[in-house]
């Protein structure tokens, strides 16, 4: 099973791969905000509105990243 980190921000969960991401820099140059891969933990997932980070998830060329919308609570 590969090693996964997940970083939610309420609404949705951004999963990263880390054995998937070929560092190409598309996350961190559309979202600079968001991803800096200085720091620890590199992802803040608050940074940005989630219809934001559903799109620039969708850009990465790797599927390093991905999502999963979480349930909303009744």
């Known amino acids: 099973m ?9 609404e949705i969960t951004i999963v990263w791969t880390p054995s998937k991401c070929i560092h ?33 998830i969708s850009s990465c060329p790797s599927g390093a990243l991905s999502y999963f919308e979480n349930k909303k609570k009744a």
């Open 2 to 10: 590969e090693k996964t980190h997940e970083y939610s921000n309420g």
């Open 24 to 56: 190409s820099g598309v996350c961190v140059k559309t979202l600079p905000k968001v991803y800096k891969p200085g720091q620890r933990p590199w992802i803040n997932e608050h940074a940005a509105s989630s219809d934001e980070l559903r799109k620039q």
